[in-house]
C-alpha cells in the first residue's frame, strides 16, 4: 500500500529510532510525512545535508510550514502549539502543565540511558569492548527511571488530563528498554505501553515503520568481567 504523504511535511528519520515520535504524533493528527531515511553508523548522517537541518546531524529533524526544526522535544512542543485543536499540549495555566513539562524532560533523561546502552551493546566492534561496570550502572539507572515513570502514570496515560505529546516522548522510551531491563516488576508500565500500541496513531506509524531490525535479540545481559 502507497501512503501520500502531506506536501511540504518531510521528516529525517531512522526507523524506530527516537524521530518515531515525530511520526507517531503527526500520525496522531492526521499528518504522514515525506520521510527521508537514516541509518544510525552509516556515512549519509555526516554528509552536510542532514547537518543544514540538524547541527549535530542527529535525528530527527522536522520539515513543516516552511520551517526546519530539530530536536525531538522542541518539534512536539511545535506541533502542539501549532495545531492546538488536537489537544496534544497543555498550554501554560493549565493544571497540567508542569507535569507535562517534566515528563518532555524526563523522556531524554531515561533516552539518554538506552542510548549508552544501545552504544555499549549494539556499536561497539572489536577490539573494544563495553566495561561491564558501566552497562551494570546504566542499567540499573535505567530501570531506575522506569520506575519513577511508572509512578508517574495518573489513569490511563500520564495526564489525568489524558493522552498528551509527553506520552509520545516518554512512551517510545518503552519500546527499547525492555530489551535491557526486564519488565516484570512493572505491571503498571507493561499495561500503559500496551494502551499506547493500541492506539491508531501509534498503529498508523509503525505500520509505515515495518518490523524492527534494530535490536537483533530479544535482550541483552549484562557482559561479565572476563
Known amino acids: 500500500m502507497t501512503m501520500k504523504s502531506d506536501p511540504g511535511v518531510r521528516l529525517h528519520h531512522v526507523p524506530w529510532g527516537r524521530s518515531f515520535r515525530v511520526l507517531w504524533l503527526l500520525q496522531e493528527m492526521g499528518i504522514t510525512p515525506e520521510l527521508e531515511l537514516y541509518e544510525i553508523g552509516t556515512r549519509k548522517m555526516q554528509e552536510p545535508g542532514l547537518k543544514s537541518h540538524s547541527p549535530a546531524g542527529r535525528i530527527p529533524a522536522l520539515e513543516i510550514d516552511g520551517r526546519t526544526i530539530f530536536e525531538s522535544a522542541a518539534i512536539l512542543q511545535y506541533l502542539c502549539e501549532t495545531r492546538p485543536e488536537f489537544g496534544f ?6 493544571a497540567d502543565r508542569v507535569a507535562f513539562l517534566e515528563a518532555m524532560g524526563f523522556a ?6 538506552i542510548e549508552q546502552l544501545n552504544l555499549n551493546h549494539l556499536f561497539l ?5 563495553p566495561s561491564p561496570a558501566v552497562v551494570k550502572l546504566n542499567t540499573l539507572r535505567l530501570k531506575g527511571t ?3 515513570l511508572e509512578r508517574m502514570i495518573a489513569g490511563d496515560y500520564l495526564l489525568p488530563s489524558g493522552f498528551s505529546a509527553a506520552d509520545a516522548m516518554l512512551g517510545f522510551n ?3 528498554a525492555p530489551f535491557y531491563v526486564r519488565m516484570d516488576p512493572f505491571p ?9 500500541q493500541a ?28
Not at 499540549?89 to 493549565?94: C, E, K, L, S, V
Not at 531524554?108 to 540511558?113: H, I, R
Not at 566492534?125 to 569492548?129: G, I, L, M, N, W
Open 146 to 148: 522506569l520506575a519513577g
Open 188 to 196: 503498571d508500565l507493561q499495561a500503559y505501553w500496551a494502551r499506547l
Open 89 to 94: 499540549g497543555r498550554a501554560p495555566g493549565h
Open 199 to 226: 492506539r491508531p496513531g501509534f498503529q498508523a506509524a509503525a505500520a509505515i515503520e515495518g518490523p524492527q531490525k534494530f535490536y537483533t535479540r530479544d535482550f541483552y545481559e549484562v557482559p561479565v568481567d572476563e
Open 174 to 176: 518503552l519500546f527499547a
Open 125 to 129: 566492534r572489536p577490539p573494544a569492548k
Open 108 to 113: 531524554e533523561t531515561m533516552a539518554s540511558l
